[in-house]
């Protein structure tokens, strides 16, 4: 079968590996559309601490396909079923696993990291993950593509939900690629009062527009806080969350909040790298600063509850799509900011299963 194999920083190349065997309690999916992530993107570009030198990976996280072999201890799922797949898998007993939070789990495993990812034509699903709830059978009104995305989307539901996002909030969020695009989705259907999207090129501040913004900054030549404080009456936002990796933003983003206000450091910043905080105003102001990262598995239940109900529609911020030869191509699209999501699919009769070999995986 056909994967995209990441072999070291810098190095991803497309080959043919076999296809994976599965143990008594695992699942074997056959790939449908897989998204790529900007994690995809940096683990291809700067490799990953849980991937030592020299070890070999199928990359991809953002996965959803078809159940095509049940291992005969595994329960709840037969061939032929629709499934999406959330990427962090906890180890089912720290602190953190007990109160449902396998995003935050110190002993993950992940798809795409330390077990192969959706980049292949079949995904191998260990039992453990199936038995942790990673694993999501979608209704048939879902497509693949946009389940592809419920990952994301699902990280941007847990960010706005530490912030109680409201009726009365004006809502400031900096940064308008895919991510701060769903949390445009997210505030409009929490109700916002205002929302207002901040970003230095032009181009997705239209995406923001048809995602709901009220108002749009084009901050390579609007002031935004000017913008802010003059939308909220001189007030200040409710809520920022920060969607680009700057320093700068983070800074920035303290003083554009009212008294009271809640900001999410949505964004995280390179090693090394560091934000100057106004802890006077902070403390005066009576800020919440926060930070979330990745989503549970009831976040991401939830998420794809809002699509399911057609609360959302995600399939239209799918920019374009590639075969799985054209991942290079790809990445490039997806690290170029042209677009919003790239997404890799997969034919409907892949490799056939008899052609296996008789070890599967890169993991040697």
């Given amino acids: 079968m056909k994967a995209a194999v990441f072999h070291g920083p810098g190095v991803v190349k497309v080959e043919d590996i076999p296809v994976p065997d599965i143990g008594v309690d695992e699942l074997l999916v056959a790939v449908r559309a897989a998204s790529i992530c900007g994690t995809d993107l940096r683990i291809a570009e700067h490799g990953h601490f849980k991937l030592p030198d020299g070890r070999h990976r199928v990359l991809g996280h953002e ?12 329960r709840g799922f037969a061939p032929g079923d629709r499934v999406s797949i959330t990427p962090n898998i906890g180890c089912g007993h720290c602190r953190f696993c007990r109160r449902g939070l396998n995003n935050m789990c110190p002993d993950y495993e992940a798809f795409g990291i330390t077990i192969d990812g959706g980049f ?11 038995q942790r709830g990673n694993v999501f059978r979608l209704p048939d009104n879902v497509s693949f593509a946009t389940a592809a995305l419920l990952e994301p989307f699902s990280c941007c539901l847990r960010g706005q939900h530490v912030l109680d996002v409201g009726r009365d909030d004006i809502v400031v969020i900096v ?17 916002a009062a205002k929302v207002i999207v901040a970003n230095r090129s032009p181009q997705r501040l239209d995406r923001a527009r048809e995602a709901g913004a009220d108002v749009t900054v084009l901050t390579s030549r609007e002031n935004l806080e000017e913008v802010v404080m003059e939308q909220s009456a001189g007030r200040g936002a409710d ?14 983003a303290v003083t554009l ?9 949505f964004s995280g910043l390179g090693r090394g790298a560091g934000a100057q905080i106004d802890t006077n105003r902070v ?10 990262t990745g989503s549970s598995n009831s976040d991401y239940e939830r998420s794809l509850a809002l699509v399911t109900e057609g609360r959302v529609d995600l399939s239209r911020f799918i920019s374009r ?3 799985i030869e054209q991942i290079g191509e790809a990445m490039e699209h997806a690290s170029s900011g042209a677009g919003m999501k790239a997404m890799v699919t997969f034919p409907e009769e892949p490799a056939r299963l008899g052609e296996r070999h008789r070890k599967g995986g890169v993991d040697e």
């Fill in 63 to 74: 996965t959803a396909g078809v159940v095509v072999e049940v291992g005969p201890q595994a």
């Fill in 120 to 130: 292949e034509e079949y995904l191998r699903v260990p039992g453990h993950a199936l």
């Fill in 175 to 191: 940064g308008a690629g895919p991510i701060g695009i769903f949390h445009t989705l997210l505030a409009k259907l929490s109700g």
């Fill in 239 to 252: 809520v920022v969350l920060t969607c680009v990796s700057d320093p700068a933003v983070q800074t920035q």
């Fill in 257 to 265: 909040l009212a008294t009271h206000g809640r900001l999410n450091f």
């Fill in 283 to 292: 403390h005066y102001r009576g800020l919440v600063l926060t930070g979330t």
């Fill in 321 to 323: 799509t590639f075969d």
